[in-house]
């Protein structure tokens, strides 16, 4: 069974930083490209970065280029999104989610995925 599952999240003052993880499993992680997501309270949901299956190529939003860094480690079928100068507008529900491929397929709203865990909530606040 497919199971996904975020941690990391927490409260954290405007610049600090978050390391978010993704544990994946019930597939075979090492050839399937992972992206993160965020859903603000009365937004949509907005993809935020993306990394290829063998971690060969990462993509970003415009709004957190810079800031944020994706990577992943397929020996512990793991993903994780470090979160750096951390703003309120980063407040948001963060989501894992499994591609469809091994690279990164692209529609005008973010990467395609599949399956999305629970999410790990990220308060950016003083």
């Known amino acids: 069974q497919l199971q996904i599952v975020e941690s990391g999240g927490g409260l954290v003052q405007p610049g600090g930083s978050l390391r978010l993880s993704c544990v994946a499993s019930g597939f075979t992680f090492s050839s399937y490209a992972m992206s993160w997501a965020r859903q603000a309270p009365g937004k949509e949901i907005e993809w935020v970065a993306g990394i290829y299956s063998d971690g060969s190529n990462t993509y970003y939003h415009d709004s957190v280029k810079g800031r944020f860094t994706i990577s992943r480690d397929n020996a512990k079928n793991t993903v994780f999104l470090q979160m750096n100068s951390l703003k309120p507008e980063d407040t948001a529900l963060y989501f894992c989610?499994?591609?469809?491929?091994?690279?990164?397929?692209?529609?005008?709203?973010?990467?395609?995925?599949?399956?999305w865990g629970q999410g790990t909530q990220v308060t950016v606040s003083s």
């Open positions: 989610g499994k591609g469809k491929s091994s690279m990164l397929i692209f529609t005008s709203t973010g990467a395609l995925t599949d399956y």
